[in-house]
């Protein structure tokens, strides 16, 4: 009987073993800025941002090393009113923060899952942050954003420091 579940055992593990081998991570990369701020287990990195996945917040924060000076995809804000004040709304229900800083909206944000709206935005920020009445996005299910305290002080001091922690994959034998 004990040599039965051994080798169930075997069948099972040796597979999971070979298809989560080399392909999947065994670290993390931890980020630090020069003050040695925890900023968060890094994702993705590019010339020009890093994509950092803070595990206080539960959520992905793309922290951008140049200034942008458009909103472009990295803002969906709506409205219900038709000046772009009160409630900020999103169309995406991703756990993505947003420094909505470039806006008359300071701070960072991110999506409430549990206070979402049906409504037709009354407006919107365009791709320059500028304030827009809408005149095309239909009436949805939008996701109200919330103000959260990131935790580490802005603006970080640059460079950005990484250290690799490792972790262990563990398969239950049973």
């Known amino acids: ?16 073993i070979v298809a ?23 994702m993705n990195l590019e010339s020009d941002q890093i994509e950092l996945f803070i595990p206080s917040l539960s959520s992905t924060f793309t922290y951008e090393t140049h ?13 219900e009113s038709n000046d772009c004040s009160g409630i900020p709304y999103s169309e995406d229900p991703y ?17 409430d899952y549990t206070n979402k709206k049906t409504f037709r935005p009354g407006s919107h920020y365009t ?3 500028e304030c827009q009445e809408n005149n095309f996005f239909p ?4 996701y109200q954003w919330i103000e959260v305290k990131m935790p580490f002080t802005t603006p970080v001091a ?3 420091r990484f250290e690799v922690r490792n972790r262990a994959v563990v398969i239950p034998l049973n």
Do not use: H
């Open 158 to 160: 640059l460079p950005l």
């Open 67 to 79: 200034y942008s000076e458009y909103c472009g995809d990295e803002l969906q804000a709506f409205f």
């Open 139 to 142: 009436s949805a299910e939008y």
């Open 95 to 111: 756990p993505v923060i947003f420094d909505f800083s470039p806006i008359s909206i300071e701070g960072f944000y991110k999506v």
């Open 1 to 16: 009987m004990k040599r039965k579940k051994l080798l169930i055992s075997v069948l099972v593990i040796f597979p999971a």
């Open 20 to 42: 989560l081998g080399p392909s999947t991570a065994k670290a993390d990369i931890l980020v630090y800025d020069n003050n040695k701020q925890y900023l968060g287990i890094l």
């Open 127 to 129: 791709f320059n942050c």
